[in-house]
């Protein structure tokens, strides 16, 4: 059976409301869900971006979901927090918290004035990280020079149940690597034969963990009302990579002014159309994956959650 769940994007939404929103996705049937942990917005319209992890205390303590959180260790956050802060939250929430480690974006990362490196180093930084964390949670007492610096580190605090520490992946080759060190690979909707490649590439590679699958949508009882919703917070999110790894909120807004609705076609399934949503979302979910989560780009979620929790997550779990 598919886990469905529903994605928090801290982007978007205040860390209360969207507190508000988790538990209703739990008390309307949803099965799980994951945030985002950014620094800032991707476009200023989007207009939030609260701390992930304090959300996710309070939200692993005030619902019984399993819940995963998109995270870039070695710039903003040294990778011994990392494993102090999934450690604990593992320790307090056995089996119920996993965290996707990531190379980052420049809009997150600029604050702290280090020189953004290109994606190469970025990926060996992000290894080195893992390894650390991974060390960490074993209980290891760490020391490490090489882009990260870790000086004699050790957990005193350990779960009994380590959490999953998985890749997220956008192309087959970050998806083969994934197989090499991660619990399993997370991405995002793309062309189906992309995704079907990106699954293959992880599966043969040996890649035996959780192969996780994140969908934007904009849904609203009407289609205009839908396109207006994905044209106003998602014109940002359309530029591929390296654009969407290296340009800051303030230069995203500047290039996202005359994407059209065919480049937000391409990276959010926008529809009046629930059913058809859920076929699209079938099709990608039919090639391999364990789990799903569905992102409404809108601002406003509780209609969604129950439209979605009664007509589409039923179907989604096969």
Not at 13 to 31: F, N
Not at 123 to 150: F, M, N, P, S, Y
Request: net charge negative; proline share 5%; glycine share 8%.
């Amino acid at each position: 059976m598919t886990v469905v769940g529903f994605h928090c994007s801290h982007e978007q939404i205040s860390p209360r409301q969207l507190l508000a929103d988790v538990q209703l996705a739990e008390q309307a049937g949803w099965d799980a869900a994951m945030c985002s942990d950014h620094w800032a917005p991707w476009g200023s319209r989007q207009g939030q971006s609260g701390f992930a992890w304090s959300w996710l205390g309070a939200a692993l303590a005030s619902t019984d979901l399993r819940l995963g959180c998109v995270n870039a260790p070695g710039y903003r956050y040294h990778p011994a927090i990392i494993a102090q802060a999934s450690a604990t939250l593992a320790q307090m929430f056995p089996g119920r918290f996993w965290v996707a480690l990531g190379t980052g974006e420049y809009s997150n990362e600029f604050i702290t004035g280090e020189a953004w490196p290109p994606k190469a180093e970025r990926q060996e930084r992000l290894l080195e990280c893992a390894d650390i964390i991974r060390r960490l949670h074993r209980g290891e007492t760490v020391t490490h020079q090489g882009h990260v610096t870790v000086n004699e580190a050790r957990l005193w605090t350990l779960p009994e149940k380590l959490p999953e520490l998985i890749q997220p992946a956008v192309s087959v080759e970050t998806a083969r690597q994934g197989a090499a060190w991660a619990d399993g690979v997370a991405t995002i909707n793309q062309p189906l034969d992309k995704l079907k490649g990106l699954v293959a590439a992880y599966r043969e590679a040996g890649g035996a963990g959780t192969l996780t699958l994140q969908v934007h949508v904009s849904w609203a009882p009407t289609e205009d009302e839908a396109w207006e919703i994905a044209r106003d917070q998602w014109s940002t999110n359309v530029f591929p990579p390296p654009v969407c790894w290296d340009l800051t909120t303030s230069q995203l807004d500047v290039v996202s002014q005359n994407v059209s609705d065919e480049q937000i076609a391409q990276s959010v399934i926008v529809s009046s159309d629930h059913q058809a949503i859920a076929a699209q979302v079938k099709e990608m979910v039919d090639l391999g994956f364990d789990e799903v989560y569905l992102h409404h780009v809108g601002q406003s979620q509780a209609q969604f959650i129950e439209t979605f929790a009664e007509h589409v997550v039923p179907q989604l779990r096969g």
